[in-house]
């Protein structure tokens, strides 16, 4: 399955972006997806994640309450709404696809990567 994120970009400190990601070559619904993030010379951390239905939704502490993961599988895409955003969120945003049902907080559960879209937040 091939992934391509988009929409990030640069915003003021408390603005919001609205992350996508599309797939192809294979049927999204299978896959339960999640979403990263680095910074230069750090590991790549979890930032989300959402089963294949759709009903459950997993976040990391530091973004709960101001993100949120949705996922269209009719359109094959998965979305990140990050709201009220702050200098700390800046990053690189990746989206990624696995077969698990669990773990999906670890990098090594995923085996497919998106290339990855840039947020950049300003104080």
């Known amino acids: 399955v091939q992934l391509q994120a988009s929409g990030g970009g640069l915003v003021m400190a408390g603005g919001s972006l609205r992350l996508s990601c599309a797939a192809s070559?294979?049927?999204?619904?299978?896959?339960?997806m999640g979403w990263f993030r680095q910074t230069p010379g750090q590991e790549r951390e979890f930032v989300a994640a959402?089963?294949?239905?759709?009903?459950?939704?997993f976040y990391a502490g530091s973004v709960k309450g101001r993100f949120t993961a949705s996922r269209d599988n009719a359109e094959n895409t998965m979305n990140l709404t990050m709201n009220s955003l702050k200098p700390e969120d800046t990053a690189i945003y990746y989206c990624?696809?696995?077969?698990?049902?669990?773990?999906?907080?670890?990098?090594?559960?995923?085996?497919?990567w998106g290339q990855g879209t840039q947020v950049t937040v300003s104080s």
């Open positions: 959402i089963s294949r239905d759709g009903r459950k939704t």
């Open positions: 070559g294979r049927t999204l619904s299978r896959y339960s």
């Open positions: 990624a696809v696995t077969d698990y049902y669990n773990n999906l907080s670890l990098v090594r559960s995923y085996a497919f």
